[in-house]
């Protein structure tokens, strides 16, 4: 069974950091692309970031690049997202999420396997 766990979420104030993490488990997912989506109270779930399976390609929403840096350790199973100059705007619950092929994709129909969230709150 296929098993996405999200850690790392909390409260931190405005340009704070925080490193979110990502651990897979029931198969192995080096040849895959993964993401992390996050969705805000009364809003939809949006893309932020996504890495390809080899970790070579990397891809951000506007909103926050220069800010967040994905990351992947193939060899744990692992999928990290580094979150610095954090704003209250990236207040929400994060998700990530293994494609169904091995690129890095934006469009959330691209992925198949989902965790079950992490909250981020940051606070002005």
């Known amino acids: 069974q296929v098993q996405l766990v999200e850690s790392g979420g909390g409260l931190v104030q405005a340009g704070g950091s925080l490193r979110l993490s990502c651990a897979a488990s029931?198969?192995?997912?080096?040849?895959?692309?993964m993401g992390w989506f996050r969705q805000a109270p009364g809003k939809e779930r949006e893309f932020v970031a996504a890495?390809?399976?080899?970790?070579?390609?990397?891809d951000y929403a506007d909103s926050v690049k220069g800010r967040f840096t994905i990351s992947r350790d193939n060899t744990k199973n692992t999928l990290y997202l580094q979150m610095n100059s954090l704003k209250p705007d990236d207040t929400a619950v994060y998700y990530c999420?293994?494609?169904?092929?091995?690129?890095?994709?934006?469009?959330?129909?691209?992925?198949?396997?989902w965790g079950q969230g992490t909250q981020v709150t940051v606070s002005s």
């Open positions: 029931g198969r192995t997912f080096s040849n895959y692309g």
């Open positions: 999420a293994v494609a169904r092929g091995g690129g890095s994709s934006f469009n959330y129909l691209d992925y198949e396997y």
């Open positions: 890495i390809k399976w080899s970790g070579k390609r990397t």
